[in-house]
């Protein structure tokens, strides 16, 4: 009876040791390390990415930024007001507004330079929105970093032991076409929900986030 | 119809006024976007290559190129 006992211990202590066998399990530790570009959307273990709060044993496993698709509105708008151009200088020449305001011909200059260089900086504005707003996972916790304009930023950090169930959501013809989505992390109790919006490759982010749910569980601290 | 109430003369001057005022308006919003970069900057980095780096000289000659053609509105005024 005894001997019993120790057989299923050891076969208890066998399974706790496999499940604690992270770097296998956790798919995506057997990716190649991935430099990050400027137009990167996906990025596991990314090389040389780090933020404010990160510990020093923590390893950031995967960043993820918005589909490039999603710029296309910007980029149309730039277009648009690019062409637009053309049309509203002449008008601001023709004897129909000079009636309203007359704007001497320098100042149109002035004005035609201005009219430019603020789409630029629309552009270096839209651009760099996109650029900043990224989802980190690392082995031990999820970051979020969201911003609705550069004026406004808002950053979120939540352990991986307190994300309780992952959710993709896949709407619509571009999102389907072009295999990007919205990942949501539902955490414990009052803390808010996570959401990695109009990320590329939904599938393979939440598999991640799963692992690294199950790996914890079972009582592993890191990957 | 503005003509029949304000002389030309301060036509002119509202239209010259108000390209500058614009100008300096965008300049101080163009500072206050850069400060907040180089806050996001320091938030997330990129070791391995300069990537904020390249947005913030971006931005920078960006705000040089606003106060250029501000000096430039005041110099012909």
Redesign the interface.
Known sequence: MPDVFTEKSSVFQKEAITSHDSPQRISIMNKKPH????FTTFAPL???????TKEPEEQVLLLVRKHFITNVTWVLITLFLFLFSFFLFPFLRSDTFS??????D??LI??S??YY??L??YV??Q??TW??Q?GLITNERIVD?D?HT??S?N?AYTDIVDVVDVEIIQKGFLHNAFNYGTVQMQTEGMKANFEFIDIPDPHTVADVISDLMRHHRKGGSHA | ???TLLP?EL??L???YG?LI??LL?GIF?I??LL??RG?A????????P?SG??LA??TI?LL??SM?FL??IA?L
Do not use: D
């Open positions: 430099k990050v570009g400027l990314p090389e040389g990415v780090t933020f404010e009636e309203v305001l007359f704007i001497p320098t100042y002035i004005l330079f201005f260089l603020i630029a900086g270096l504005q651009f760099a650029f900043y990224i970093v911003f550069l004026m930023r950053v | 119809m503005l003509e030309s036509l002119a509202i239209g010259k390209i614009l100008i965008y163009c206050i976007i907040q970069i996001i320091k938030l997330i980095t990129f070791n391995a290559n990537l390249i947005i971006a931005f960006h190129l606003v053609l430039l509105g012909i």
